[in-house]
Nanobody, 124 residues
């Protein structure tokens, strides 16, 4: 089983940075790729970034490419999302997700495990 808990959200001014963390608090016996998704008010949830089990393969949405970096520390079973040059349009609830298997994915339907989300608000 996987039990994901996000942290690190908050309020930041445009141009600032935040780092989100996603820790798995349960024991796992399989490889799990991870992803970050976000949902802004009144909008559907959208893909942000994903990372393979071994951390060698990452994938980003065009809207965050070059500003956000996904990484992981398997010794801590934790995934991070470093967000730089934040914009007001990045304001959303950010969700961490896990999927069995080594490869990440941009399709939320492929993720079986989800955290409760953490709010990120970027003021102009």
């Amino acid at each position: 089983q996987v039990r994901l808990v996000e942290s690190g959200g908050g309020l930041v001014q445009a141009g600032g940075s935040l780092r989100l963390s996603c820790a798995n608090s349960a024991r796992t016996d399989s490889d799990y790729a991870r992803g970050w998704f976000r949902q802004a008010p009144g909008k559907e949830r959208e893909f942000v970034a994903s990372i393979s089990w071994n951390g060698r393969h990452t994938y980003y949405s065009d809207s965050v490419k070059g500003r956000f970096t996904i990484s992981r520390d398997n010794a801590k079973d934790t995934v991070y999302l470093q967000m730089n040059s934040l914009k007001p349009e990045d304001t959303a609830i950010y969700f961490c997700a896990g999927r069995r298997g080594s490869a990440g994915s941009g399709d939320e339907a492929e993720y079986a495990y989800w955290g409760q989300g953490t709010q990120v608000t970027v003021s102009s």
